[in-house]
């Protein structure tokens, strides 16, 4: 199984980002996915997470100003990042948990995308 991540970039403050990641592979199930950032010199921290195509949470750090949602016939999540703030410079990284041809339940990452907010 593998997660593939695009829509990172540079945006000034104020803007917006659409990312997507699109989950590949002999996927028999998928519980959950979402999204984490990481910035330099810091841990990785949850951004957003969608279960279940509808059940979200959220970072407070980002409640209001990101929308998680998910296309479930495309294995696809999205992560749509309105009123950018150099604070959200980071690298984002794609999750997802989900059953594979062993029907196990494993936990998978993606590569990550940039993303750059200037002030």
């Known amino acids: 199984v593998q997660l593939q991540a695009s829509g990172g970039g540079l945006v000034q403050a104020g803007g917006s980002l659409r990312l997507s990641c699109a989950a590949s592979?002999?996927?028999?199930?998928?519980?959950?996915m979402g999204w984490y950032r990481q910035a330099p010199g810091k841990q990785r921290e949850l951004v957003a997470r969608?279960?279940?195509?509808?059940?979200?949470n959220y970072a407070d750090s980002v409640k209001g100003r990101f929308t998680i949602s998910s296309d479930n016939a495309k294995n696809t999540v999205y992560l749509q990042a309105d009123s950018l703030k150099p604070e959200d410079t980071a690298v984002y990284y794609c999750?997802?948990?989900?059953?594979?041809?062993?029907?196990?339940?494993?936990?998978?990452w993606g590569q990550g995308t940039q993303v750059t907010v200037s002030s």
């Open positions: 592979g002999s996927i028999f199930g998928i519980n959950s």
């Open positions: 999750n997802a948990y989900v059953k594979v041809a062993t029907l196990r339940w494993v936990d998978v």
């Open positions: 969608i279960t279940g195509g509808d059940n979200t």
